[in-house]
């Protein structure tokens, strides 16, 4: 059976089983509902509460099976798939134990109620993949939001099997596609180290499903996790879309996580911005309202010239299989 029949049989089985799950719904779960049940947190990705969305990410690629090392990564998607509005469709696979931090133009802010969300790619409000959400105000120290899943561990959920997002709290992919899973920084306020007031990155880090204590992922009060596992194929584990941010702080000079793939200079400039890379990458130039200037790919030092383009601010999108980071340049 071809790859794509596959995903049409599991298609269909999962909606037949899901269709029952709602039908025969368990009474009881402690958390938010799914998507258009009373008391659901979920946030559509059209809602005007978004004010921005991440604009930079770095991926440590996780495994097809944790317990069968040898199959290899996670290939699915790249890192320019976590930036920009979440659209549901194209998105960044983490696997096994994999791990992605995204990045922002300015810091997201402790305000009222939730202060981003984040989206993943589910196709039922009931089949889960999940991932913890840590927060970090300088980009070395993160901070992991309590999570906590009632879903039961008698037995293992495999990738034809459903759950109850009623269970879930705190976990990214509590909800289906095109839905954010909120986060409410108020929740962090007391921690030493974390200033709510500045966020500039977010770590998302698969869990894995597996109830084998072993290698399973546990909570934040010690309850093992289980979601679909294993999940062996290019596209397992986690998926992430988009982080939205809701409460946005002033624009920030980036810290990031690791050392920048390209220093500019001079920058503010006339119209010619020199570049300096440190490692191979493909870039797009977009001017200030995010219409697309021009593009290419770069192996070495490179100029970019924009002198017969108005005076303003532009942004040089970069990005390869590992990274994605936007500088902003300021013709004068």
Known sequence: MNRHKLVILKAIVLLFVGSCLLLNKVQGQSFAPAPGYPGSTAIHK???????WAIGAEID????????????????????DATGPADGVEVISLGDSGQIVVS??????????????VFENGFLDNYMELAFVEASSDGVNY????????????????????SDCGYIY??????????????????????????VNNI????????????DPQFGSLDSENNIINDPYPTEFVSGGFDLDAVGVIH??????????????????????????????TESVDYTLFDSRGDYILKGAAFDNFEIDISHLDIGIYYLELFNESRCETIKLVKI
């Open 104 to 117: 922002f133009q300015a810091p997201i802010i402790n305000g009222p109620g939730p202060d981003f969300a």
């Open 46 to 52: 059209d809602s005007s509460v978004f004010v921005n």
């Open 143 to 162: 901070f992991r939001f309590e999570a906590i899943s009632e879903i039961p561990t008698a037995i293992q959920l495999t990738n034809f099997s459903v």
């Open 248 to 277: 946005e702080g002033s624009v920030f000079t980036e810290l990031n996580i690791y050392k920048s793939t390209i220093d500019v200079f001079p920058n503010p400039s006339s119209g010619r911005f020199e570049c300096y890379l």
């Open 170 to 195: 705190n976990l990214a992919g509590k909800y289906r596609a095109n839905y954010g899973t909120p986060f409410d920084l108020d929740e962090m306020n007391q921690l030493v180290g974390l200033d």
């Open 61 to 80: 690629r996780g495994y097809l099976n944790i317990q069968n090392t040898a199959l290899g990564l996670v290939t699915h998607g790249s890192v320019v």
């Open 200 to 211: 500039t990155h977010i770590k998302l880090i698969d869990v894995i499903g597996s109830i």
